[in-house]
């Protein structure tokens, strides 16, 4: 059973840069043909994709963020860390990571941690 686990500060100042990380267990972030992906959903809105780092240690990203967004990884921890610089209120949301297949269907999320953009 694969498990994702988000972490990071919930209260972030604008202009400031915001890191959240993902813990996985039961299934390593190297293995093949696996999509580790960071979802965001603003308040009274939608899913947003905002990135994905493959098993092979590339990344896309949304273009609306590709400016602002990194994603790394630690492979020792069997971790992948979102970065999103800049933020504004607009950044204000619950950030989930994910994982997809090779045909992007989401099997494990984690639950989920609300991130708010404020003096």
């Known amino acids: 059973q694969v498990q994702l686990q988000e972490s990071g500060p919930g209260l972030v100042k604008p202009s400031q840069t915001l890191s959240l990380t993902c813990t996985v267990s039961?299934?390593?972030?190297?293995?093949?043909?696996?999509?580790w992906t960071w979802i965001r959903q603003p308040p009274g809105r939608g899913l947003e994709w905002m990135g994905t780092?493959?098993?092979?240690?590339?990344?896309d990203f949304s273009p609306s963020l590709e400016s602002r967004a990194s994603i790394s990884r630690d492979t020792s921890k069997n971790q992948f860390t979102l970065q999103l610089t800049t933020v504004t209120p607009e950044d204000t949301a619950v950030y989930y990571c994910?994982?997809?297949?090779?045909?992007?269907?989401?099997?494990?999320w984690g639950q989920g941690t609300q991130v708010t953009v404020s003096y």
């Open positions: 994910a994982r997809a297949g090779t045909n992007w269907s989401f099997d494990y």
């Open positions: 780092i493959h098993s092979s240690g590339n990344t």
């Open positions: 039961g299934g390593s972030i190297t293995a093949s043909y696996y999509y």
